[in-house]
T-cell receptor, first 113, second 111 residues
Framework: NAGVTQTPKFRILKIGQSMTLQCAQD?????MYWYRQDPGMGLKLIYY???????DKGEVPNGYNVSRSTTEDFPLRLELAAPSQTSVYFC????????????FGDGTRLSIL | QQQVKQSPQSLIVQKGGISIINCAYE??????FPWYQQFPGKGPALLIA?????SEKKEGRFTISFNKSAKQFSLHIMDSQPGDSATYFC??????????FGAGTTVTVRA
């Protein structure tokens, strides 16, 4: 049972480039989330989804886009990468939203130079 | 507005000692109080959680104490082991399922 799988694990981008961070879960969870984690700070919610075809903004959505065409996949797109987007990105999922544990992937470490 | 304040930022404890981490919050709508544990290179994982209708919950060596009137809850790690060395996050939420993470506490257990 893989749980939440994130790819790639590491990536270096140049300023202005774009890329998609992939996230897939095999637990048939309805809710999925994207967070970023900066040094010395807690995780901040970027976007979340309560089911296929439904997404909404979190606390720090600027510079990112998401889509949710299937229950399993929740990719995060960076357009016009900026140094401020250097961070570790985590994807998570939960069965539903009512105070259920969120299951996290192992993260994507992204550097923008 | 910082809704969740976690302290200390880091702590070092001897093997067998007690680690105590505190979390203070402002949002009175929070009704779920979890602690997540994160090892280097891994994502956070739920360690233990409490709801506001109880003041304490114990799971093995880990205990949550909850003080609703003070808007604080804490994590106690008893008989700390080297394998407990990790970063711990409080992450309270209300019914909107959005976790509000504290800044994290790095715990180092010395053998």
């Amino acid at each position: 049972n893989a749980g939440v799988t994130q790819t790639p694990k590491f990536r270096i981008l140049k300023i202005g480039q774009s890329m998609t961070l992939q996230c897939a879960q095999d637990m048939n969870h309805n809710y999925m989330y994207w967070y970023r984690q900066d040094p010395g700070m807690g995780l901040k919610l970027i976007y979340y989804s309560v089911g296929a075809g439904i997404t909404d903004k979190g606390e720090v959505p600027n510079g990112y886009n998401v889509s949710r065409s299937t229950t399993e996949d929740f990719p995060l797109r960076l357009e016009l990468a900026a140094p401020s987007q250097t961070s570790v990105y985590f994807c998570a999922s939960s069965p539903d939203g009512t105070n259920q544990p969120q299951h996290f992937g192992d993260g994507t470490r992204l550097s923008i130079l | 507005q910082q809704q969740v304040k976690q302290s200390p930022q880091s702590l070092i404890v001897q093997k067998g000692g007690i680690s105590i981490i505190n979390c203070a919050y402002e949002n009175t709508a929070f009704d779920y109080f979890p602690w997540y544990q994160q090892f280097p290179g891994k994502g956070p994982a739920l360690l233990i959680a409490i709801r506001p209708d109880v003041s304490e919950k114990k799971e093995g060596r880990f205990t949550i104490s909850f003080n609703k009137s003070a808007k604080q809850f804490s994590l106690h790690i008893m008989d700390s082991q080297p394998g407990d060395s990790a970063t711990y996050f409080c992450a309270p939420s209300s019914n909107d399922y959005k976790l509000s993470f504290g800044a994290g506490t790095t715990v180092t257990v010395r053998a």
